[in-house]
């Protein structure tokens, strides 16, 4: 089945945020594990000092867990939508709502902006995919 390129894009998007802000969960989990506070990366707080902690919620391991695999399952979507299927479709459609917590509670911006992105390219091709 030729997969047309938007929802390959799509995908790409998906493991952008997977992994762009997956990989440092390791580390911040590691910090906290030790004892340490969150490490910071180009100079922001590694998943900290963000609206979860004004809302009083602090950075702990299983929060950072929690994230990681909302990360998981999203380049899990962004594999299934680059090989075509509606599972990978519905999959990031389903995970919007719990990355969305994550995104605002970390103060990350680039993740939402990618959601618009991937949501729209999903929906207009959704016909196209198995």
């Known amino acids: 089945m030729n997969v047309p390129t938007l929802v390959r894009v799509a995908a790409i998007l998906h493991w952008f945020v997977a992994i762009g802000f997956g990989v440092f969960c390791v580390p911040a ?7 340490r506070d969150i490490p910071f ?9 963000g609206p979860f902690e004004r809302a009083g919620i602090p950075t ?25 299927y509606m599972s ?15 995104w605002w509670g970390f103060a990350l911006p680039i993740p939402p902006i ?8 999903i929906l207009v091709n959704w016909q196209t995919l198995r």
Do not use: D, H, K, S
């Not at 990618?114 to 390219?121: D, E, P």
């Open 29 to 35: 989990i590691r910090n906290l594990l030790i004892g």
């Open 41 to 49: 990366v180009m100079g922001f707080p590694a998943y900290g000092r």
């Open 60 to 84: 702990t391991v299983p929060l950072l867990a929690g994230f990681l695999l909302v990360c998981i399952l999203e380049a899990v979507a962004g594999y299934l939508l680059w090989q075509g």
């Open 88 to 102: 990978g479709a519905i999959l990031a459609l389903v995970l919007l709502p719990v990355g969305a917590v994550f």
């Open 114 to 121: 990618f959601a618009l992105i991937w949501t729209i390219l």
